[in-house]
């Protein structure tokens, strides 16, 4: 005679079955997820760039918004929000959805200056950005008309001591570094010069040109044109080393101010929570760009340092870096902008 089976032993077969049910729906989950994260990008993304159209900046950011889209198998488009010192679009960015389908285009002016400068921002850089890529150096250039009797960073100084603080600077506004540099410049040089803000770059080199103004620090791509046509003479360049555009103008470290070193950047930025997957998705496909020879060709020639390929932790020592630098330019004039 045959045992019946007991409860425990008819439950075996039906556990079983279930494990196998939900075995398979875990397999099928995590296909899933494998295929929807190898599908990212599936959508159209966008650059946030928080300058008017047609500057250097602008056109670095389309550059690489272009070469990214060929990367990444989707169109970045290229969105401009000018104002209140980049503030405008830059929060537009840190409240935009984490998604990996937003970025900025970040600048020393927007993640590290206006913090500094500003004490109503409403965003946090290190709280809510991730600056995944540095893209370029921008070296500046000190600029002065034909009319002042000076060639170099020396003469200029001797110039303007002679003067008795009577000459005047321009800057394409406050707060940025363009005027915080020529801040640096007059501390190093040990003169007075008075400064005039004009609201952008044209009418800032229309009044240098006018000998309205006698002394300029700019980003070189706006006064190349000029200096190349004769009309403006390059005292010096700000970065680290001469630059292939201008291979006769000495640094100002060269120049006897060893001390001096200045230069703005151009990155990337998406808002802090973006999942580290599409990051580094973005990442790849911007260094990819950023090693092209063509694209490095292209913006040399305006007097950008395109910057190799950086690790994360890099990055953040870069940025901290920066701010220690500038943060000690503002306190030392104490400059503030509310």
């Not at 840190?94 to 900025?104: F, K, L, Q």
């Not at 190349?224 to 470290?253: C, E, F, Q, W, Y």
């Amino acid at each position: 005679m045959q045992n019946k089976p007991t409860k425990t032993t008819a439950l075996k077969p039906r556990r079983a079955w279930l494990a196998a049910i939900a075995a398979g729906a875990w397999c099928a989950l995590a296909l899933w997820g494998g295929a929807a994260q190898a599908a990212y990008p599936d959508r159209p993304l966008k650059l946030v760039v928080p300058y008017t159209p047609g500057g250097s900046t602008d056109q670095f950011g389309r550059a690489l918004a272009d070469g990214m889209s060929r990367q990444l198998g989707q169109t970045v488009v290229v969105e401009n929000r000018p104002g209140a010192a980049t503030m405008i679009g830059t929060t537009s960015v840190a409240r935009a959805p984490a998604d990996g389908y937003t970025m900025v285009l970040a600048t020393n002016g927007s993640m590290v200056l206006n913090p500094m400068l500003y004490k109503k921002i409403q965003y946090d850089p290190p709280k809510d950005f991730r600056i995944f890529s540095i893209g370029a150096e921008a070296p500046l250039v000190v600029v002065t008309n034909t009319r002042v009797p000076a060639g170099n960073i020396r003469e200029f100084a001797a110039y303007a001591k002679a003067e008795g603080g009577k000459l005047n600077y321009a800057s394409v506004g406050l707060g940025n570094a363009l005027q915080l540099a020529t801040e640096m410049l007059k501390t190093e040089l040990g003169i007075g010069v008075t400064h005039v803000p004009y609201n952008g770059s044209a009418p800032a080199l229309a009044a240098l040109l006018a000998n309205d103004v006698q002394l300029m620090v700019d980003v070189v791509s706006t006064s190349l044109p000029h200096i190349k046509a004769g009309k403006l003479k390059a005292l010096a360049v700000t970065g680290r080393s001469r630059l292939d555009v201008l291979p006769n103008v000495p640094t100002v470290a060269e120049s006897g101010y060893p001390n001096f070193q200045a230069a703005t950047w151009f990155g990337l930025a998406v808002p802090a929570q973006t999942p580290p997957e599409a990051v580094a998705r973005l990442q790849a496909a911007a260094d990819h760009v950023l090693k092209d020879p063509q694209f490095r060709a292209t913006f040399s020639a305006l007097g950008l340092l395109v910057q190799p390929p950086r690790t994360q932790a890099e990055i953040d020592r870069y940025l901290e870096a920066d701010r220690a630098h500038w943060g000690k330019v503002i306190k030392a004039n104490n400059i503030s902008l509310d």
